[in-house]
């Protein structure tokens, strides 16, 4: 046996050397493409623009029409064809903030921190906080007549806790391992909106209530934040959608926890509260359709065949949407780029046409990939998320890869419960076990676009990312910018995203897909 | 030796016991003090008052002499006598922010989180952003004329790190044994304001073109702080004092390290940035003199000997001086609490009068207690900190204690190079080693209050306390909010702080001095 090694890796190195002198092999592709990633990135001046000069890209509004129209500009420019905007339909209307303050006045002077959770109506004004503390149906009673023109305090205190642990993570071995073991994954359950049936009439009675008397705005301090940190996302209304036109929609604000928290001391110790606000905003696109940004690069011999890879674009509205999803878009837009390099250097071109999306209206339900599946691959359920039957054009997707789990670098990919897809997956990690990428999960992740094409049996995958600072600091929040990118992580991202995408491509075969009980129409 | 021992425990339990059918002892003492601070603790309903309902306590503002008349009463409440506010001279007008905005208004809206440095002028206007940029007085030439109407960046970028070390620490053995270990103090040079001559008259020619200019506002990011945390203190000028009365002040605000970086960003993008501001702020008080808080618990046979403790009650203005320093004011008016709740317990009366002081004036440099030490207790040399002479109530105060290091529990004392206390002060934490406070240093710590006694000659102490999230997060930040005060901590604190009154007070002898070489007039 001793003797038999050395003989073979001599036979394996003339076969490469050989291999060198006509294409590159896939141990060469993997190089150049790190070149072009790593070496060569452009990936951080993608997103500063995605995220400092363009800012939020809140679905609707027009800070995302304007990101739609650069991207479909930028994407012809790193060199992809067919860049277009795809729209897609039933979305409602869109809402640009255009000014807020607020400040309290009494019993002293300080500048609030917090935002208008999108949708809110406009409101200008001064007036004395309320605390709307009510526990069933019946004491709501005592504060009808009452709210009109007021500040309604919606929350208890919550307890700021200091940070004697890092906010910000890596992975470590032990939650690789853990990773690495998961068990086929259950189809999840729709998790149903909080509590029971009682609790859930108390909430609809309590924004009955509220939209009759028209407050001057509602504040809450969110679930987490601190220090200036501060989460809010979409304003909630008694029944049916914030999205509709004409709808009105109580102002809601979230506020730093310090300063809510203030203010709710100060009532409970019998100090009259008094705040200022002023913020205004403009609800647009009426006609409330949304569209995608798609561009490829065309395939060859496999050319009727895709494979897709995206990340939805829009964000909310208090950050710039850096980590969630400035980072996903923007690395695959560098992938893309990285891609285009690649084929101009060694002169291969792809075999199956590589198609990547940016989807719209994820924050409110993974809206744009739904559609453009719904529109494409297959027909959609009458309700819910569930998918009906599959169209035609389904079995000509051979995997879509989506990002959407912040700034933190690959540690490797989710099978999403596809088994047989592990061998080839695993082999596609190698060149990259030096960038600390290794990891297989049978695991799915949930909550964002691939989901739209797993749902549709088309091979889908999100990859395991670090986690960084994105659930404890940037998701969601209005801290969700630039500076919270780490450059060296999104390059390495980019690059095995791209060799991911090269090598679906120049397969014989297309992925192997999960069993599926859907039917061709 | 293995039966001495038990005959020994015997013999002092034996003393204990006959000490307590007569008055309460020292331990007694403690267990009464502990009582009072621990399980009746008012220090937090003082602090939330004092920062949440009273607000940012600048010297000079409003806010401050609200928040002076208010503690004049609470001590009288809590049952001090002889409660005053005493006038001291010289601090110059104070400055009252009445509101604040900025927001960006191209090539997109957002709203700025920033905050005017204190005593800069109103300023109302929306103007383009530009970046001073000039290495040498010659370079600033090409701003001439330019800078009108404008905002102006006066730094570059500076990179955020994510938080992978906790922000909130506590010392560990590590720390403590180091304090413990120090060596004598070596008296500390008065640090020079940064860099060489060229450095100070590059800066000096950029304020005086600053202060020609006039220009919307300056814009900087300030040294540390993300996430929403801003640290901002105090206006520069080219020459003199911002508190002079009808000096203009360029308008300076710092902004959250995300917001300028973002501007900043698009500006090495050639992207044009306007923002809009609406700044305003009265300078109040033109008479320029400011008050210090002091009332007393009279003694009985020492009388005319007394105890001092304080802090500077005085904060920046963009929080409301929770750690900085609501937390020491606090408890130092909640030490007196107790003790007075002890002395109507025990029946025992301080021999020494034991005199609070809260400070005003601390923050720009320590006047509140300067001038107190000035006038009482020993004569200023002409210039710079130093004391020129004593006077004879110099020989009056037995010691003093101070607290201005935050929210965290005391672990020890230092002992600011006065090695002959050290063991008393050893003594003085047994009771307190099951609450973590035990460890002595000889080191010194610097830039508050106990420095005017020391420099006096008169004992002066700071404690050891715990560093919590302090210079990380709230130490002059917006952050610097009641909900970072640590409830448990505050209470120990003032637990242990009254016990050290108490037995200054009791002693027969007051506490040794360090040498002098000052005289007496």
């Given at each position: 046996m001793k003797q038999i090694l050395p003989l073979l890796v001599g036979a394996l190195l003339t076969i490469s050397i050989s291999a060198q002198n006509k294409t590159p092999d896939e141990k060469d592709i993997a190089t150049i493409i790190k070149k072009h990633g790593i070496d060569n990135?452009?990936?951080?001046?993608?997103?500063?623009?995605?995220?400092?000069?363009?800012?939020?890209?809140?679905?609707?509004?027009?800070?995302?029409?304007?990101?739609?129209?650069?991207?479909?500009?930028?994407?012809?420019?790193?060199?992809?064809?067919?860049?277009?905007?795809?729209?897609?339909?039933?979305?409602?209307?869109?809402?640009?903030?255009?000014?807020?303050?607020?400040?309290?006045?009494?019993?002293?002077?300080?500048?609030?921190?917090?935002?208008?959770?999108?949708?809110?109506?406009?409101?200008?004004?001064?007036?004395?906080?309320?605390?709307?503390?009510?526990?069933?149906?019946?004491?709501?009673?005592?504060?009808?007549?009452?709210?009109?023109?007021?500040?309604?305090?919606?929350?208890?205190?919550?307890?700021?806790?200091?940070?004697?642990?890092?906010?910000?993570?890596r992975h470590d071995s032990e939650s690789l391992v853990k990773l690495a073991n998961a068990t086929q994954?259950?189809?999840?359950?729709?998790?149903?909106?909080?509590?029971?049936?009682?609790?859930?009439?108390?909430?609809?009675?309590?924004?009955?209530?509220?939209?009759?008397?028209?407050?001057?705005?509602?504040?809450?301090?969110?679930?987490?934040?601190?220090?200036?940190?501060?989460?809010?996302?979409?304003?909630?209304?008694?029944?049916?959608?914030?999205?509709?036109?004409?709808?009105?929609?109580?102002?809601?604000?979230?506020?730093?926890?310090?300063?809510?928290?203030?203010?709710?001391?100060?009532?409970?110790?019998?100090?009259?509260?008094?705040?200022?606000?002023?913020?205004?905003?403009?609800?647009?696109?009426?006609?409330?359709?949304?569209?995608?940004?798609?561009?490829?690069?065309?395939?060859t011999d496999l050319?009727?065949?895709?494979v897709?890879?995206?990340?939805?674009?829009?964000?909310?509205?208090?950050?710039?949407?850096?980590?969630?999803?400035?980072?996903?878009?923007?690395?695959?837009?560098?992938a893309?780029?990285i891609l285009?390099e690649t084929i101009k250097e060694t002169g291969i071109q792809p075999r199956r046409?590589?198609?990547?999306?940016?989807?719209?209206?994820?924050?409110?339900?993974?809206?744009?990939?739904?559609?453009?599946?719904?529109?494409?691959?297959?027909?959609?359920?009458?309700?819910?998320?569930?998918?009906?039957?599959?169209?035609?054009?389904?079995?000509?997707?051979s995997g879509?890869f989506?990002?959407?789990?912040?700034?933190?670098k690959i540690r490797g990919v989710y099978l999403?419960g596809n088994q047989a897809v592990s061998p080839i997956f695993r082999e596609w990690l190698k060149p990259f076990h030096e960038m600390d990428a290794s990891t297989i999960s049978l695991s799915?992740?949930?909550?964002?676009?691939?989901?739209?094409?797993?749902?549709?049996?088309?091979p889908?995958f999100?990859f395991i990312?670090e986690?960084?600072?994105?659930?404890?600091?940037?998701?969601?929040?209005?801290?969700?910018?630039?500076?919270?990118?780490?450059?060296d992580d999104?390059k390495q991202a980019a690059t095995i995203i791209a060799y991911f995408i090269w090598q679906t491509s120049q397969r014989d075969e297309q992925l192997p897909r999960?069993?599926?009980?859907?039917?061709?129409?």
């Open positions: 990135s452009q990936v951080m001046e993608i997103a500063s623009y995605m995220t400092d000069v363009l800012g939020q890209r809140l679905t609707g509004s027009t800070g995302l029409k304007n990101a739609n129209n650069w991207a479909e500009s930028k994407l012809t420019e790193i060199g992809m064809e067919n860049s277009h905007l795809e729209a897609w339909e039933g979305f409602g209307r869109g809402w640009d903030m255009t000014h807020f303050e607020m400040h309290a006045k009494a019993p002293t002077y300080w500048p609030i921190i917090a935002y208008p959770k999108a949708w809110s109506s406009s409101t200008k004004g001064t007036g004395d906080v309320v605390y709307l503390n009510a526990t069933t149906i019946d004491e709501l009673d005592k504060y009808k007549g009452k709210l009109s023109g007021k500040f309604v305090l919606l929350e208890d205190i919550r307890e700021v806790e200091e940070a004697f642990e890092p906010t910000a993570k994954p259950i189809p999840s359950q729709r998790r149903r909106r909080g509590g029971n049936a009682d609790a859930a009439a108390l909430r609809a009675a309590t924004w009955e209530l509220l939209e009759t008397e028209k407050p001057l705005a509602t504040l809450d301090r969110s679930r987490k934040g601190d220090l200036g940190t501060v989460f809010v996302s979409g304003a909630r209304t008694a029944e049916g959608n914030a999205r509709e036109n004409d709808k009105y929609v109580v102002p809601q604000m979230t506020l730093a926890i310090e300063h809510y928290n203030r203010i709710f001391r100060m009532l409970e110790q019998d100090i009259p509260v008094t705040l200022t606000i002023d913020s205004q905003s403009n609800y647009t696109n009426p006609e409330g359709n949304e569209n995608n940004v798609i561009a490829e690069i065309p395939g050319k009727d065949e895709v897709m890879f995206g990340a939805h674009y829009d964000s909310w509205h208090a950050g710039t949407g850096a980590t969630d999803n400035g980072s996903g878009s923007a690395v695959m837009m560098e893309a780029r285009i046409t590589l198609r990547i999306a940016l989807w719209t209206g994820e924050e409110q339900g993974l809206f744009g990939s739904r559609k453009y599946v719904g529109k494409h691959f297959a027909t959609a359920a009458e309700s819910g998320f569930a998918v009906a039957s599959l169209k035609e054009d389904q079995k000509k997707v879509y989506n990002m959407d789990n912040g700034t933190g999403q799915n992740t949930g909550g964002t676009d691939h989901l739209a094409f797993d749902m549709a049996g088309i889908g999100q990312q986690p960084i600072s994105y659930s404890t600091k940037t998701h969601h929040s209005n801290m969700d910018n630039f500076d919270h990118l780490v450059g999104l999960k069993a599926t009980d859907l039917k061709y129409e």
